[in-house]
């Protein structure tokens, strides 16, 4: 079991790269974040590995086995996101049924157990749920197929509060009980922090970070202290933020410090809030307007 | 200019009450919060006053004229939403155009100005967004037609944090510089909170605040203490949340206090969190699976 790998990965839409030579991997039962700006490629990426789009360059591999076109390692990963691949008039719960057909099993058990908390009606038409029902379709389904590698491209889509809760608890709750690799990509940053092993950044159609959330906390510093000092102490580090409180200043600084300079007694080295941090590395960088 | 009212309406879907004789009113140039737990009837009740669907019952009139198939009366409303109502092989610019037709007149220098600030590319054709860019582009159409009312179902879908900040400061400033009314129905409540002049919230098919947000911070208080003492003071009261921090419990109370109970020394009234209060009296009472 080597997981998902990446290599050399690139695509182009209409001669603008939104791919650029990416490798990556997705381990065995890890949760990872695919996180990234509107527009930065998550969506392409996570097509590429799901068949749904082809790529220009490179090779893809689930276990060593090609995954381009190849049946058998495509039923070892789901990918849930905007695109619905089912008839607007077919039933919810027919909907598990053909895809039992196509993974072998579907655990109905659990989809009754979540459609209960969910309170959603398994015999209502695909077509007919709102935005926050139709999310909530989609990750039952997600939840429940056999699949070793769980795509999930926003999977709190216009839910209220109260059901993000209860995805988040149910996502903890399954992966605990039957360990898979998820990859979530999210614009929710802050309520998904605290369930992530591992975090991607993807910016400009590469990607800008890929570290465990454990090194990641250990390369993050927020740097705080009296405008003057505190701004000639960072000078030289990688500040990926700033934030001001009255007459103090704050630099979210990633990676290491400078141990040639002495820290001022005015200044102080602080812990920083993973969910900041994460937003800051993520809004790093540029944007460009389309996508898919 | 007497705005919107809506008398006596409700909506039944296969026999389910969807929305139960509501009774609300939009005025002039203010800002309304829509809130409400997913398949609370939100999306119903825009999509009626839009004429998409007709109510079961009740009346709907703007400046006092009958909004029901009057076109005069509609075309001072716009409805953004989940349902696309353009081609997808049209492109953004060009559905600029197709607004202005029915409108009457179209702000495309302020298109161009919102379009740079979210850096979309508007000789895109409409069906190749990506989810985050798709709302971006109705965004776009929503904050420049002239109308005088306009509703944004979920504006910020799929958008990451730092589009959201550019359509929150841009609301604003569309805002102050040309006043009308704009109605949000959002999941993302802490985030728009300091926007919102007035809050509606919807639960079980009924309006269950109706309130301007000056007048819900003045019924709003969070009362802590130990526990015994805090309960029993409490008790009696109307209770919307509660939450504890070690030994200390908190309950989030909306209404009137017990004057005629001595609060106790251990005991203290404090300022209540807007945002957490929303989030309470939003998650107050069940839901329901089907919607639309």
Redesign the interface.
């Known amino acids: 079991m080597t997981g998902i790998k990446i290599d050399g990965l690139s695509k182009k839409f209409r001669k603008k790269n939104v791919l650029d030579n990416i490798s990556v991997e997705f381990k065995p039962n890890k949760i990872y974040g695919l996180l ?4 930065a490629g998550k ?1 392409t990426l996570l097509n590429i590995i799901a068949n749904r789009l082809y790529a220009d360059q490179g090779t893809l591999t689930l276990d060593d086995e090609n995954l381009v076109e190849n049946d058998s390692a495509l039923g070892k990963l789901y990918l849930m996101n ?1 695109v619905d691949m089912y008839n607007k008039s077919m039933r919810l719960d027919k909907i598990f049924e053909y895809t039992e057909q196509f993974y072998g099993s579907f655990d109905y058990e659990y989809a009754e157990k979540l459609a209960e908390r ?4 398994t015999h ?1 038409k695909f077509g ?6 139709h999310t ?1 379709a989609k990750l039952i389904i997600a939840l429940c197929v056999p699949a070793d590698y769980i795509f999930l491209d ?1 999977p709190v ?8 809760t209860i995805f988040y608890e149910e996502l903890m709750t399954t992966y605990s009980e039957r360990p898979r690799t998820f990859v979530v990509a999210t ?3 802050g309520e998904i922090t605290n369930i992530l092993e591992h975090v991607m950044i993807v910016s400009e159609s590469k990607i800008t970070l890929d570290e465990d959330v454990e090194d990641i906390l250990a390369k993050s510093h927020l740097i705080v202290g009296p405008q003057a000092e505190t701004k000639d102490y960072v000078e030289g580090l990688n500040i990926v933020g700033k934030e001001s409180l009255g007459n103090l200043q704050g630099y979210y600084v990633y990676g290491d410090l400078n141990d040639d300079k002495i820290l001022p007694d005015t200044v102080q080295i602080e812990r920083v809030d993973l969910q900041k941090m994460f ?1 800051y590395l ?2 790093q960088g ?7």
Chains 1, 2 share one sequence.
């Open positions: 990234g700006r509107n527009g969506s905007d969910f309170k959603i009606d209502q007919k749920f709102s935005t926050g029902y909530i926003e889509l216009g839910l209220d509060a109260n059901h993000r614009h929710l940053i937003i993520t809004n540029g944007e460009n307007g389309v996508n898919k």
